[in-house]
Nanobody, 125 residues
Framework: QVQLVESGGGLVQAGGSLRLSCAASGGTFSSYTMGWFRQAPGKERDFVASITWNGFSTYYADSVKGRFTVSRDNAKNTVYLQMVSLKPEDTAIYYC??????????????????WGQGTQVTVSS
């Protein structure tokens, strides 16, 4: 059983930056592909970015390419999402997810995973 705890959310002005963290425990972190998802009010939860268990491969939603960067530190059991040039439409609850040995693209639309509780990101215009 993997437990995930997100942190780093907050209120930021448009054009600003935030770095989200997701700390994992209870499993072998280096065996899990990690993903970031977000859910805006009244909308479905959408894929944002993912990174394979070894960090060799990443995958991004078109809406965040060039602005968001996913990375991981297996020694710290933590995955990060660096977000720059934030826009009001990035406002959402951001969740991290862990899936055992799957491809980075395989996280898109994935529901069968371990999930964190989420962290709120609000971007003001």
């Amino acid at each position: 059983q993997v437990q995930l705890v997100e942190s780093g959310g907050g209120l930021v002005q448009a054009g600003g930056s935030l770095r989200l963290s997701c700390a994992a425990s209870g499993g072998t972190f280096s065996s899990y592909t990690m993903g970031w998802f977000r859910q805006a009010p009244g909308k479905e939860r959408d894929f944002v970015a993912s990174i394979t268990w070894n960090g060799f491969s990443t995958y991004y939603a078109d809406s965040v390419k060039g602005r968001f960067t996913v990375s991981r530190d297996n020694a710290k059991n933590t995955v990060y999402l660096q977000m720059v040039s934030l826009k009001p439409e990035d406002t959402a609850i951001y969740y991290c997810a862990a899936a055992y040995f799957t491809s980075a693209a395989g996280m898109v639309g994935r529901k069968n995973a371990y999930w964190g509780q989420g962290t709120q990101v609000t971007v003001s215009s």
